[in-house]
């Protein structure tokens, strides 16, 4: 089944630094991605969703990639403020099955440091 | 206002006891999920449902049981809680158009 690498698992960065966290999955079929961020103690809200029809997708203050070819997703987080302190996972779906439940990465706990 | 609620909020049972935790979505959607949050797992999916009265196992359903009585409620059972399933448990909703999760606010579950 679907399997999907999330790195790294740890991130710390200083206000206004980019940070990049990157998924790898290994279903051809997955059709849908997912960024969820997640604070401490709280539940998963969602981020961007992306539709493998498209490639870029621009947030507020993020930008989502998407590489069909490699079986990439990343998340890139222009200028990090500290407000983006949060854990954030991505998540895939696919069409094999038709179960509709997301596979999610083992998530990256990001530091953003004043 | 929540649309994925989950109760009880935070429970400690003890080992051998019974746990049943329980989701309530009004976002009318087919799809429920039960997930389990452990520290360095990421979310691993238990059971899930697409129909009322039908539940179908996840990738963990060992030890865990599943409840769909309604289209809006679905509960996650633990016949016989183990210390192994302190755990946060969330229960989220899905359509099957979008493939979106709309998660609950979480139940963080200690066994002793």
């Known amino acids: 089944g679907e399997q999907v690498e999330q790195r790294p698992p740890h991130l710390s960065v200083r206000e206004g630094d980019s940070a990049v966290i990157t998924c790898t999955y290994t279903?051809?079929?997955?059709?849908?991605f997912f960024w969820y961020k997640q604070e401490p103690g709280a539940s998963l809200q969602l981020l961007m969703k992306?539709?493998?029809?498209?490639e870029i997708n621009e947030g507020q203050g993020f930008t989502v990639l998407l590489n069909k070819k490699d079986k990439r997703l990343s998340l890139n987080l222009t200028a990090a403020h500290p407000g983006d302190s949060a854990a954030y996972f991505c998540?895939?779906?696919?069409?094999?099955?038709?179960?509709?439940?997301?596979?999610f990465g083992l998530g990256t706990t990001l530091q953003v440091q004043p | 206002e929540a649309a994925v609620t989950q109760s009880p909020r935070s429970k400690v049972a003890v080992t051998g006891g019974k746990v049943t935790l329980s989701c309530h979505q009004t976002?009318?959607?087919?799809?429920m999920y039960w997930y389990r949050q452990d520290t360095g797992h990421g979310l691993r999916l238990i059971h899930y449902?697409?129909?009322?009265?039908?539940?179908e196992k996840g990738d963990i359903p060992d030890g865990y049981k599943a409840s769909r009585p309604s289209q809006e409620n679905f509960s996650l059972i633990l016949e016989l809680a183990s210390l192994s399933q302190t755990a946060v448990y969330f229960c989220?909703?899905?359509?099957?158009?979008?493939?979106?999760?709309?998660f609950g606010e979480g139940s963080k579950l200690t066994v002793l």
């Open positions: 989220a909703s899905g359509g099957q158009s979008t493939g979106q999760l709309y």
């Open positions: 279903d051809p079929n997955s059709y849908y």
């Open positions: 992306v539709f493998s029809s498209t």
């Open positions: 998540a895939v779906r696919t069409i094999t099955g038709n179960t509709g439940k997301l596979i």
């Open positions: 976002n009318n959607h087919d799809y």
């Open positions: 449902s697409y129909v009322a009265d039908s539940t």
